[in-house]
């Protein structure tokens, strides 16, 4: 696969650190798997990942969270 964004580069898989802004909340993913385009930087996260991190910032901010960091992996 060809990074979407840049062209040039070619995504690996990694670890990365998300950060999410919800009702006046921050959620921080560390150690979020994706693939990181090695040229520019771009992350490409599948659909199971995408859908645990909505979940969880969603959880956050119903428990009334301000700012919550999460590693992911553990969690």
């Known amino acids: 696969?060809?990074?979407?964004?840049?062209?040039?580069?070619?995504?690996?898989p990694g670890l990365t650190t998300v950060t999410l802004e919800r009702n006046g909340?921050?959620?921080?993913?560390?150690?979020?798997?994706?693939r990181i385009c090695t040229n520019?930087?771009?992350k490409y996260f599948d659909d199971a990942i995408?859908?645990?991190?909505?979940?969880q910032a969603q959880e956050a901010v119903e428990k009334g969270a301000e700012l919550e960091v999460v590693r992911l992996?553990?969690?």
Not at 1 to 12: A, F, Q, R
Not at 25 to 34: G, N
Not at 50 to 55: A, D, G, P
Request: proline share 6%.
């Open 50 to 55: 995408t859908s645990r991190l909505l979940t």
């Open 25 to 34: 909340a921050i959620i921080v993913f560390k150690d979020v798997p994706a």
């Open 1 to 12: 696969m060809i990074c979407l964004t840049c062209k040039v580069g070619t995504p690996e």
């Open 73 to 75: 992996q553990a969690a």
């Open 40 to 42: 520019c930087g771009e």
